[in-house]
């Protein structure tokens, strides 16, 4: 059966906007955020103190990795990491902090960060580098320098 000029353009256009609805998710779904719109967010989210803003930034199942082997994994234990972290320092935690980017680097789905940590109870910045590997708009994966260890605090 031989299709009309208008059913093969029809399908020909049904194609193409499959195909971009694949290739670019932004297409589907609006505009989706640059890894470094992802980072920043992120970084917003700790300046205010928001454990839920930080949270809903990984992926239900998200891992994260710190120094001496502590592991993080899936949604219940980030809300408990964060909930924590966002305490104020008069709590002995850290909300407060600010977390500057000094240098990027991104491939794909990957970003390395070098972050400047800065906060008014702070003697002096520390840096920190984190791995964030990106999907579907959030952080599957992290691996962080961020030791609190090593925070300078003024007497």
């Not at 049904?14 to 967010?41: C, D, E, M, Q, T």
């Not at 917003?44 to 994994?73: H, R």
């Not at 003697?123 to 984190?130: E, H, L, R, V």
Request: glycine letters at 10%; charged letters at 20%; aromatic letters at 10%.
């Amino acid at each position: 059966m031989k299709k009309s000029p208008l059913v093969r353009a029809g399908l020909a256009a049904s194609a193409l906007l499959l195909a971009l609805a694949i290739l670019v998710p932004s297409f589907a779904g609006g505009a989706a955020k640059s890894n470094k719109a992802l980072v920043a967010a992120h970084g917003k989210a700790l300046a205010e103190c928001s454990a839920e803003g930080l949270v809903n930034g990984y992926t239900n199942d998200a891992t994260l990795f710190f120094p001496d082997g502590v592991v993080v994994q899936g949604r219940k234990a980030l809300t408990e990491l964060y909930e924590g972290f966002v305490k104020s320092p008069e709590e002995e935690e850290l909300c407060g902090l600010k977390a500057a980017p000094v240098l990027e680097w991104e491939s794909g789905n990957t970003s390395f960060v070098k972050f400047k940590v800065t906060a008014p109870f702070l003697a002096k910045p520390y840096f920190s580098t984190d791995g964030y590997v990106f999907k579907g708009g959030k952080i599957a994966a992290e691996m962080s320098t961020f030791d609190a260890t090593k925070l300078v605090f003024k007497n």
